[in-house]
């Protein structure tokens, strides 16, 4: 079972920052993501999502690649890949994965303007080494379907990072 996590940032450079540093510890098998999405409230009120994978981008691929070899069977591959690009691209439009859109759009447009939230889905995670990541970055906790314990290490290493260090 997966745990969601959305953290608040005060700019959207530091939460594409946090973002990429964590696909970097997927990398190292750290953590294993479902889904990483910054979310930026604008000036103007609106939220611009900004999502690693595209589903209708890898849609509309695919469905050229189809399309294009179902057309040559035809002798016609370019209205094949045609064809394939755009149903690939709308079935791609309708597939939802990760976390919902309308949920993410509705916890950013209570951000002030242009702030950003992160939106996490983790599947797995060796939870000492990716707090230790949190460290420091000056995000608060929005929302989170952790349990007790977790979500207090994470608020507390938080909480001890923005306090800085004291005078001796």
Avoid: C
Avoid at 42 to 49: A, E, I, S
Avoid at 64 to 78: D, N, R, V, Y
Wanted: aromatic letters at 6%; zero cysteines.
């Amino acid at each position: 079972m997966a745990d969601l996590l959305v953290v608040g940032f005060p700019t959207e450079a530091q939460a594409e920052e946090v973002r990429t540093r964590l696909l970097a510890m997927q990398k190292e098998y750290l953590i294993e993501l479902g889904d990483a999405v910054v979310a930026v409230k604008r000036p103007d009120g609106t939220v611009k999502l900004n999502q690693v994978f595209s589903p209708t981008a890898a849609g509309a691929a695919s469905g050229a690649l189809w399309g294009t070899l179902i057309g040559m069977l035809f002798l016609m591959p370019l209205a094949g890949a045609a064809v394939g690009a755009g149903a690939g691209a709308l079935s791609g439009k309708l597939t939802d994965v990760g976390i919902n859109d309308a949920f993410m759009k509705d916890v950013a447009a209570t951000l002030d303007a242009g702030h950003a939230a992160l939106f996490l889905l983790i599947r797995k995670v060796t939870a000492d080494k990716v707090l230790a990541e949190f460290k420091g970055i000056g995000a608060t906790v929005l929302r989170s379907s952790f349990d007790e314990t977790k979500e207090a290490a994470l608020r507390e290493a938080l909480a001890a990072a923005q306090s800085g260090p004291r005078p001796a």
